[in-house]
């Protein structure tokens, strides 16, 4: 198998251990799943058939952060408690994932249950002097990690407008350099608390997945990963802080999945341009998604349109006309195109010439998740 690496900026080869730890970044759940978020998910859901196709036993693990800026500012606007809140949409984004046929991940974890864990990777940062105490928050100081930047290999004046958009707060008088960034804050005061040795407060966004995916996986991981706008400033902070404090390397294998566009703009919360998975399970069949979003190569942006569906539906329908019975051709097809980068567009393509031959697709369209 060969497989991009985000971190060599290239499609190398990728020889995983018989066991598999894979850490994708999970949702904020302050609003339903759209399909930007079903297309990174269903990336490391092919991987993994993949994978486990190939031998290997895979543990996938999905973080859950409920506790951060975005769910507290909904659950704020709402007058809903923030884990109610949290509650209500992790129960909508299991069904959506589930009718999409995604595999149960390994463990789907929840940032507030990481305190002790969230407390003690920043304890060590401070001791390590990685670490700072200023204006009664923790921040990291990326002056002290040699590497920081490596990942995304973006010049400063783009990190600082990166870390800006994605609430990093480059102008904060307390920071010694803009790119620091938090790992612990004083609450407000209607946002929960936790007591800590610098103080009540909560922990910063990056520091809550480094302590999961040490907690459930260990120091180095096999393969992590999620959107393409994850890469700054968020992965490249997990790798910071974990390094400076473990001297291990953080991942083997850095996988991130193209942004998904309606009307020539990324899908995004904040936007508010999203298109709901659940919205299209009420009018399109499951298998009929999932084949849509298949059909666009995983690191590639793309662009919503509703004919995408249309013709998914209208694949699937030929497919089922297929003939039954073993489907050696198929599955050989598939296993060569998803060892090329999971190369999901060139499987369809070759299963909709096998089944315009007359020849069955089922076992390669099941290998892919399509259930026929």
Request: hydrophobic letters at 40%.
């Given at each position: 198998m060969?497989?991009?690496?985000?971190?060599?900026?290239?499609?190398?080869?990728?020889?995983?251990?018989?066991?598999?730890?894979?850490?994708c970044?999970?949702?904020?759940?302050?609003d339903?799943?759209?399909?930007?978020?079903?297309?990174?998910?269903l990336?490391?859901?092919?991987?993994?058939?993949?994978?486990?196709?190939?031998?290997?036993?895979?543990?996938c693990?999905?973080?859950v952060?409920?506790?951060?800026?975005?769910?507290?500012?909904?659950?704020?606007?709402?007058?809903v408690?923030?884990?109610?809140?949290?509650?209500?949409?992790?129960?909508?984004?299991?069904?959506?994932?589930?009718?999409?046929?995604?595999l149960?991940?390994?463990?789907?974890?929840r940032?507030?249950?990481?305190?002790?864990?969230?407390?003690s990777?920043?304890?060590?940062?401070?001791?390590?002097?990685?670490?700072?105490?200023?204006?009664?928050?923790?921040?990291?100081?990326?002056?002290?990690?040699?590497?920081?930047?490596?990942?995304?290999?973006?010049?400063?004046?783009e990190m600082?407008?990166?870390?800006?958009?994605?609430?990093?707060?480059?102008?904060?008088?307390?920071?010694?350099?803009?790119?620091?960034f938090?790992?612990?804050?004083?609450?407000?005061?209607?946002?929960p608390?936790?007591?800590?040795?610098w103080?009540?407060?909560?922990?910063?966004?990056?520091?809550?997945?480094?302590?999961?995916?040490?907690?459930?996986?260990?120091?180095?991981?096999?393969?992590?990963?999620?959107?393409?706008?994850?890469?700054?400033?968020?992965?490249?902070?997990e790798?910071?802080?974990?390094?400076?404090?473990?001297?291990?390397?953080?991942?083997?294998?850095w996988?991130?999945?193209g942004?998904?566009?309606?009307?020539?703009?990324?899908?995004?919360?904040?936007?508010?341009?999203?298109?709901?998975?659940?919205?299209?399970?009420?009018?399109?069949?499951?298998?009929?998604?999932?084949?849509a979003?298949?059909g666009?190569?995983?690191?590639?942006?793309?662009e919503?349109h509703?004919?995408?569906?249309?013709?998914?539906?209208?694949?699937?329908?030929?497919?089922?006309?297929?003939?039954?019975g073993?489907?050696p051709?198929?599955?050989?097809?598939?296993r060569?195109?998803?060892?090329?980068?999971?190369?999901?567009?060139?499987?369809l393509?070759?299963?909709?010439?096998?089944?315009?031959?007359?020849?069955?697709?089922?076992?390669?369209?099941?290998?892919?998740?399509?259930?026929?």
């Amino acid at each position: 198998m060969r497989l991009f690496d985000t971190a060599r900026g290239e499609v190398v080869a990728f020889t995983p251990p018989p066991t598999v730890t894979m850490y994708c970044c999970g949702i904020t759940p302050y609003d339903s799943a759209h399909l930007g978020h079903a297309a990174v998910y269903l990336t490391f859901d092919v991987l993994q058939r993949r994978l486990r196709d190939l031998g290997h036993e895979t543990r996938c693990v999905r973080n859950v952060t409920d506790v951060d800026d975005d769910i507290l500012n909904k659950a704020r606007e709402l007058g809903v408690y923030y884990l109610d809140l949290a509650a209500e949409e992790m129960a909508r984004f299991d069904a959506d994932m589930s009718a999409l046929g995604l595999l149960p991940v390994h463990a789907e974890p929840r940032a507030t249950s990481a305190i002790p864990e969230i407390l003690s990777l920043i304890d060590a940062a401070l001791r390590t002097g990685h670490a700072y105490q200023s204006g009664g928050s923790v921040y990291f100081d990326v002056s002290s990690f040699p590497f920081f930047g490596r990942l995304s290999r973006l010049e400063r004046p783009e990190m600082l407008r990166l870390a800006a958009e994605h609430g990093g707060r480059p102008d904060d008088p307390n920071k010694r350099d803009p790119l620091d960034f938090v790992l612990w804050q004083p609450s407000l005061p209607d946002e929960p608390s936790w007591e800590s040795r610098w103080g009540p407060g909560r922990p910063g966004w990056h520091i809550e997945c480094s302590a999961l995916a040490r907690r459930e996986l260990g120091d180095t991981i096999d393969v992590h990963g999620g959107g393409r706008d994850l890469v700054f400033p968020h992965h490249e902070c997990e790798v910071a802080q974990c390094e400076a404090v473990t001297g291990q390397p953080f991942v083997r294998h850095w996988v991130h999945v193209g942004l998904v566009e309606l009307d020539g703009t990324k899908m995004s919360k904040s936007l508010g341009n999203l298109v709901f998975v659940g919205d299209l399970l009420k009018e399109f069949e499951p298998m009929a998604v999932r084949l849509a979003l298949l059909g666009h190569h995983y690191r590639r942006d793309w662009e919503w349109h509703r004919a995408d569906a249309e013709a998914a539906t209208a694949r699937l329908e030929r497919w089922r006309a297929a003939p039954r019975g073993p489907g050696p051709a198929a599955l050989a097809a598939v296993r060569e195109r998803l060892d090329d980068d999971l190369d999901t567009p060139g499987a369809l393509a070759d299963l909709d010439r096998l089944a315009a031959a007359g020849q069955p697709v089922h076992e390669g369209a099941a290998l892919l998740g399509v259930a026929l």
